[in-house]
Structure formats: structure tokens, C-alpha cells
């Protein structure tokens, strides 16, 4: 697979070391190829992330906003400060590798490989072959709470379990009492049946990458 950073935020392409236009065609003519990681979620593939609860909700408000004619980026501020003003709360089990964990959380959030969750690197990966899901779940301290982790990931000040729980594991089982949930994966959202089953596969993609 040969990756142009023409999105809008371009992670892949971004983890992969390729920062522009120019970077991917120097890729692409010297051919070089790379064997990559990606993950599953009930047998559908993807290269960065999947998300449960805020995300979801920020993605459909930001949708809603554009469709009356609101900028990309102001649409998704707007979604932001509604979600956090409403966070939504999803219960769940979790089985990551042999650790079971129960979680009341206003999101759950699975990556391709583990994502930086503080400093100004926070969203990006130190490596695409590390063979594991990137597992970050959040405990539920209501809206004020939300904020006070978005500005404690900024300026490096997360504490594990205080905050949040950040995780590895090979394969994820999500559990809930709901009928279906509303699953992002890759940005793009759907609704999926419980149990919701993530697996890495190490090494699956050949991309051509510097």
C-alpha cells in the first residue's frame, strides 16, 4: 500500500514518517516496503483506532454541525463542548489478555499499537510493529472530570488509575448489557452486536514508508 497524507489528520501516514506530499512520492519512487501491524474488530480491519462512548458522540455532532454549513474545524470544537457537556457513560467488561476489568467510562479507546497519552507527542505512536492493541479507558469524575484529564494529558501529568487505565494485550473481548453499540474504527461509525472482539495482527500490511 502506498500512503498519501492527504486527510485531516493523517495518523498512519504521520506514524509511518511520512509528514507531506513530497515525503510520500520520495517513498513511492525509492519503493521501499515495510511490514506493518493492524487490528481487527470483529473481523474488520484498521490501521489506527477504534472508539466507544465520546468519540462516537463527538463524530456525530461534528457530522450534524457540517451539514448546516459549519467549517471542519469549528464543527468539531462545537462536538467537543457538547460531548463534554453531556459525556455519555457506557458499562463495560473487559477482557484484555488474561486481565479482567469492569469499567462505568465515558470512553474506551483501543489503538493499532499503544498512542502517546501525554506531552505535545500525545495522539501519535513511537512504532506501528509493536504486536499489541493500545487499550486507554477513562473512570467516570463527570464533565469537570473530562476536562481536568484533557488539560492533565496536555501538560504530562496523568496518573494511572487516577485517571485513567492505559493497557496492552494481544486481544480485547468488550462486554455490555447493551443490544448493540456505536463503535468508531477509524473515524468512520457503525453499530456492532456485543461481544466486541479486538486482535492485532503483527506484521499483516506491506506499505511502502521510508
Known amino acids: ?63 450534524a ?10 464543527a468539531f470544537v462545537w462536538a467537543c463542548i457538547r460531548a463534554i457537556a453531556r459525556p455519555p457513560l457506557v458499562r463495560l467488561r473487559l477482557e484484555a489478555d488474561e486481565l479482567h476489568l469492569a469499567r462505568v467510562t465515558p470512553f474506551l479507546f483501543v489503538g493499532n499499537n499503544l498512542y502517546r497519552t501525554e506531552g505535545l507527542a500525545v495522539g501519535t505512536r513511537e512504532t506501528l510493529v509493536g504486536g499489541v492493541l493500545g487499550i486507554c479507558t477513562a473512570r467516570h469524575h463527570g464533565r469537570l472530570g473530562i476536562v481536568r484529564l484533557a488539560f492533565r494529558s496536555i501538560a504530562g501529568t496523568i496518573r494511572q488509575d487516577r485517571d485513567f487505565t492505559v493497557l496492552t494485550a494481544r486481544r480485547l473481548v468488550v462486554r455490555t448489557a447493551a443490544r448493540h453499540v456505536r463503535v468508531s474504527l477509524d473515524g468512520e461509525l457503525g453499530r456492532m452486536q456485543p461481544p466486541l472482539e479486538y486482535e492485532t495482527l503483527p506484521g499483516a500490511l506491506k506499505v511502502i514508508a521510508p
Not at 493523517?10 to 516496503?33: M, V, Y
Request: charged fraction near 20%; charge should be positive.
Open 1 to 63: 500500500m502506498g500512503i498519501l497524507p492527504l486527510g485531516t489528520l493523517n495518523h498512519f501516514a504521520r506514524d509511518l514518517g511520512i509528514a507531506s506530499p513530497a515525503a510520500a512520492e520520495g517513498a513511492l519512487i525509492r519503493g521501499r516496503t515495510r511490514m506493518v501491524d493492524v487490528a481487527s474488530l470483529n473481523g474488520r480491519i484498521f490501521v489506527n483506532n477504534s472508539g466507544i462512548g465520546i468519540y462516537p458522540v463527538i463524530v456525530l455532532d461534528r457530522d
Open 65 to 74: 454541525a457540517r451539514k448546516t454549513g459549519v467549517p471542519r474545524w469549528p
